[in-house]
């Protein structure tokens, strides 16, 4: 029987990267995945592949429209989508080889199956009908999260799909139905909006991307509406019939009234996820669930069961690959017997969409709602020099700070590269620091970020450049 120090379930960013920490401080480690591919959803079918038809539908968007106004004349682009999704597949491919080469690197055993906690120390792990027990003196759940599913409307990831689906898709739907107007639905309806496809968005509550800025959500579907999405918002699909050539979606305002029906060719379910605990056998082990499914779990990971800890979408908190890592990195120095820490005011969420939306920290609503004094900065990118000349003006930077100390609580960002430019805001939140740090550290010119410093002037109100 094999035995270890720690067994970590799941090889997302999450459990790799607890694995690999783990390994580090001296561990004996295994991991356990039952996918043919280690990476987890965000490897394989999340994060990384959007990220690749994002760039690569920007750039066909691109020739396109934004081509000849620069002086660059070439003939209208042709959609190649087999090579697009080859080019994907690439992508996959690397970062996949990539974390089999980590766990190589940093000696972890790779154990291919289902995990099962069966108690304290002891998990079993299950591939083709052959089961193995496997002994450990910690287990760490990494095992994240699953598709949120709408009611009566089952996925078949060919005309009804889920992010999944909607990653593959064989050919460029005339018409796309998006289920949901937060930060997936967006992204992906970016992916086909760009090939072609007409977009038309329908979300519950009465505003896209919920939990960000309400400011910035408001400016960022003004600019989807001027790139051609639409939205029905406050409303709901309560059905989609499938019985002809076309989907038919049936659609209700949310707080009630008269239905309408809206023709598509697919229908995109992008309503959330849930946690995935399926099989793990958390019910008989004895490992507490909080209402909502999740794992619950102290304040250093450990759940209700000893030597057993829980990290990433799986447990509370924003379900976001780094968020995972970071935990991951801390349950790993806390079982190694180090002061592992997370700091949750200081977790950065990004829309990958064109322009981007990027956010560290507190909202102004979030602001309101606790009874915090603050001040607001902000400056438009259609000041800044580098967009101006690069005529990629969408958008603005809002820096939120206290109104007594000037420390900076939140800050939102949206335009070009704004998920790249968010960090700087990280690294002066995670010390501390204030809008008049910011604004008095210098930036090269001419670069976008500029206006980041120029949102940290503006709360002082000596913004030079407005």
């Known amino acids: 029987m094999a035995t270890y120090d720690l067994v970590v379930i799941g090889t997302g960013p999450g459990g790799y990267v607890c694995a690999v920490r783990a390994s580090q401080l001296g561990m004996k480690v295994a991991v356990v995945e039952k996918n043919a591919t280690l990476g987890g959803t965000c490897l394989n079918v999340g994060c990384m592949p959007s990220k690749a038809l994002l760039h690569a539908s920007e750039m066909f968007e691109e020739a396109g429209h934004s081509f000849a106004k620069m002086g660059v ?7 190649d989508l087999p090579a697009m999704m080859n080019f994907k597949q690439q992508g996959i491919d690397g970062n996949v080889k990539g974390v089999e080469f980590l766990m190589k690197k940093n000696k972890v055993d790779v154990l291919k199956g289902t995990g099962k906690i069966l108690g304290t120390g002891k998990v079993e792990v299950s ?40 990653l593959s898709l064989d050919k460029v739907p005339g018409k796309l139905l998006i289920v949901g107007a937060g930060v997936i639905g967006l992204e992906l309806g970016s992916v086909w909006h760009r090939l072609g496809a007409e ?11 919920p939990g960000m800025d309400g400011e910035i959500a408001k400016q960022f579907q003004r600019i989807l509406e001027k790139q051609g999405f639409a939205f029905k918002l406050g409303a709901k699909v309560t059905a989609v019939d499938t019985s002809g050539k076309t989907l038919k979606a049936t659609i209700e305002p949310a707080a009630g ?4 029906t809206l023709d598509a060719d697919v229908v995109l379910v992008c309503i959330g996820r849930v946690p995935y605990t399926e099989a793990l056998g958390l019910k008989e ?3 507490a669930l909080d209402p909502r499914g999740r794992v619950q779990i102290d304040p250093h990971f450990a759940t209700s069961l000893k030597g057993v800890y829980a990290i990433g979408d799986v447990v509370a908190g924003p379900m976001l690959a780094h968020k995972a890592e970071d935990e991951g990195v801390a349950v790993a120095e806390i079982i190694a017997g180090q002061a592992g820490h997370v700091n949750y005011d200081v977790i950065p969420g990004v829309v990958y969409t064109t322009p981007e939306v990027s956010s560290v920290g507190k909202t102004e609503e979030e602001l309101k709602q606790a009874g915090v004094a603050y001040t607001v900065g902000k400056f438009p990118f259609t000041a800044n020099g580098r967009s101006k000349v690069n005529q990629t003006t969408d958008g603005f930077v809002k820096i939120l700070a206290d109104a007594k100390t000037d420390r900076v609580l939140g800050v939102h960002i949206i335009g070009r590269e704004a998920g790249e430019m968010i960090h700087e805001a990280c690294v002066l939140m995670e010390f501390g620091g204030s809008a008049e740090d910011l604004a008095r550290t210098c930036h090269a010119h001419p670069t976008r970020s500029e206006a980041v410093k120029e949102a940290a002037l503006a709360v002082g109100k000596r913004a030079i450049h407005m």
């Open 285 to 287: 082990a004895g490992v």
């Open 199 to 209: 977009v038309v968005v329908v979300e519950f509550l009465d505003r896209i991307l």
């Open 257 to 260: 009234g008269a239905a309408e």
């Open 127 to 166: 591939a083709d009908g052959k089961s193995q027990l496997v002994e450990t003196k910690n287990i760490v759940i990494a095992t994240g999260s699953d598709i949120a599913r709408l009611k009566g409307i089952e996925i078949d990831e060919k005309r009804i799909v889920s992010s999944t689906g909607a």
């Open 73 to 79: 004349s070439v003939s209208a682009p042709k959609l």
